[in-house]
């Protein structure tokens, strides 16, 4: 009856429900083994890269960041388009593998183009990943570490995939002096996309693999007639040594790979951190006897400038920027007492050590680069001048030099100049001078500083006096001894005040690193402004 408590109900056994057609156990199965598919990729097409001494995009992976470490995102994106020879699988990942990892235990952002997927040619969803992944970048101010392989824009995708390329370079443009951007070129590079290693802090590319170039051979030969190969056009070596557009060169993937780790240990995550410090040495009071014997006092003695640098940094340990390319200045990477610096010289071995308009570019892209992610500048100056000629003048030595000027005029991070022989003329003064914004200048008993040599001076200051005398020569001498006496002795700059100290060579290392502890908390404001307008 109604209302009658039934003893017991409650306990009674319910038939269990039958079996869902979806379970979670299922739904996870299904998850994994789709996940599985795309990691394993085609099979067929991996044994192609590695057949060409390739790695697959998630090995470069596994090489690049700490084991473990990375965590996928959009793995299972796939394209939308229709039409035209558009691939009908639309393959999970579209062709790029996108997400973040750690090297060293510090966050980057990664994307690696995977050519087993449609050539790794850039379409709208492989471009909208690559975009999220750099938005992140940003957002989590961390470096961007882009792996290029690609046949270029996906051709099937028309604009779509232009669109995408240019929403990369704007990003870069946002992201340039705010977080490191290096780029990997692994593969083909070709057309517009080439324009993304170029937008970044620094390109590595791996010989006998990697090719980057506007136009290709095919159109070069039809629109110009000329004839040449992959590798004669844009190849590894062609970039890293004439063109400059390859900062960094290796024979193969894994030491490429060592060395963008080995680059960004030098590099802060982003514009508001300092680089990781090492450990510090005692650096200030350094005694290095080799350093006496390095330079040469003749003033065009011939000697590796590398030698000095080696002196100076902890551990003998740099990293040499465009080692190949404009190699008459020397560009690196090291720490003294800890700190990294970014560190100029000028390469007596190479050229004299003349500054010439490439050898400005690169120097001024380097002093750029540093004084944007707060790496104090050590700038080592034996300078002859600029390099003469109609070659140099009608390559623009001028507007490549401003360059040079502009970017240590506009350089706000610590500046220690140190001449070790020789600063004639403009090159002294574009060498981080004391007038141009250096704030510590320091020169060794070998300096010297002047307007000119002694004998170019005398030539000119006395051409009459030399044409009437007779005997020149003897006048010449007296003349140019005097000059030096007067004009370049190695104190003449220390009375005036543009050089702080002459220093023993063997304390260089100890005076850089006392300069660096003195210039730690430099602040320098500039007026503000859109920005500048350095001569391009
Ligand atoms: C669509 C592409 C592609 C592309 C390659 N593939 N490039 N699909 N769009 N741009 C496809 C191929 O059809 C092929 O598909 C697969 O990728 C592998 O290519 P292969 O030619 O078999 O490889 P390989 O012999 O190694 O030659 C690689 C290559 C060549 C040299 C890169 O594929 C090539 O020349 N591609 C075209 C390059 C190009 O002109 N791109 C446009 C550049 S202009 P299947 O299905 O057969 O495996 C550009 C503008 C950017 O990028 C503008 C930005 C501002």
């Excluded at 156990?25 to 057949?51: C, I, Q, S, W, Y």
């Excluded at 200051?461 to 001894?481: C, G, I, M, S, V």
């Amino acid at each position: 009856p109604l209302g009658e408590r039934m003893p017991g109900r409650h306990l009674r056994r319910v038939e269990p429900p039958a079996p869902p057609a979806r379970s979670m156990r299922l739904l996870r199965a299904e998850r994994d083994a789709l996940e599985n598919a795309v990691l394993e990729g085609k099979p067929e097409a991996n044994a192609r890269m590695r057949a060409q001494g390739k790695r697959t995009a998630r090995e470069r992976l596994e090489l690049l960041l700490d084991t473990g470490s990375f965590t996928e995102l959009e793995m299972f994106r796939r394209h939308q388009a229709r039409g035209l020879k558009v691939d009908e699988t639309r393959p999970h990942s579209d062709g790029v593998v996108v997400g973040s990892g750690t090297i060293d235990g510090r966050r980057v952002f990664v994307y690696a183009q995977d050519f087993t997927i449609c050539g790794g040619s850039l379409g709208a969803a492989h471009a909208a990943k690559i975009h999220k992944v750099m938005d992140l970048a940003l957002a989590a101010g961390a470096p961007i570490v882009a792996l290029n392989d690609s046949g270029g824009a996906r051709i099937q995708e028309g604009v779509l995939s232009l669109d995408g390329y240019g929403g990369i370079f704007r990003r870069q443009v946002e992201a340039s002096g705010v977080i490191p951007q290096i780029s990997v070129v692994l593969g083909p590079c070709a057309g517009g996309a080439a324009y993304s290693p170029a937008l970044a802090d620094f390109t590595f590319m791996v010989r006998d693999t990697a090719n980057m170039y506007l136009t290709g051979p095919d159109v070069v030969a039809a629109v110009t007639g000329e004839r040449v190969t992959h590798a004669e056009l844009g190849g590894a070596d062609v970039h890293a040594t004439r063109s400059g557009v390859a900062t960094f060169v290796h024979d193969d993937e894994d030491s490429c790979f060592e060395d963008v780790r080995y680059l960004l240990s030098l590099l802060p995550a982003n514009n508001l951190e300092t680089a990781p410090a090492g450990p510090t040495q005692g650096a200030v009071d350094d005694v290095r006897p080799a350093l006496a014997d390095i330079v040469p006092v003749e003033p065009n003695q011939p000697y590796d400038m590398r030698s000095v640098v080696a002196e100076i940094v902890d551990d003998e340990d740099y990293l040499e920027v465009h080692e190949n390319w404009a190699a008459n200045v020397l560009c690196a990477f090291g720490r003294v007492d800890g700190e990294v610096v970014g560190i100029v010289g000028n390469q007596p071995l190479v050229l004299a050590g003349v500054l010439d308009a490439a050898a400005a570019q690169k120097a001024a892209r380097f002093v750029r680069f540093c004084d944007a992610f707060a790496i104090p500048l050590v700038t080592l100056v034996d300078v002859p001048g600029f390099l003469p000629g109609t070659e140099q003048e009608y390559a623009g030595v001028i507007r490549h030099g401003a360059k040079l000027l502009y970017a240590y005029c506009e350089a706000s991070v610590p500046r220690i100049q140190v001449i070790v022989r020789k600063a004639y003329g403009g090159a002294y003064i574009v060498m981080d001078s004391r007038s141009i914004g250096a704030d510590l200048a320091l020169a060794w008993p070998t300096n010297e500083i002047a307007v000119m040599g002694a004998a170019g001076a005398v030539d000119i200051l006395f051409r009459k006096e030399l044409a009437a005398a007779p005997d020149p020569e003897t006048l010449r001498d007296t003349l140019r001894a005097e000059y030096a006496d007067q004009l370049t002795h190695p104190y003449y700059a220390a009375e005036h005040g543009l050089v702080d100290d002459i220093i023993d060579p063997t304390k260089t290392r100890a005076a850089i690193a006392r300069g660096l502890a003195m210039l730690r908390t430099k602040r320098k404001q500039a007026p503000r402004r859109k920005h500048g307008n350095i001569p391009l």
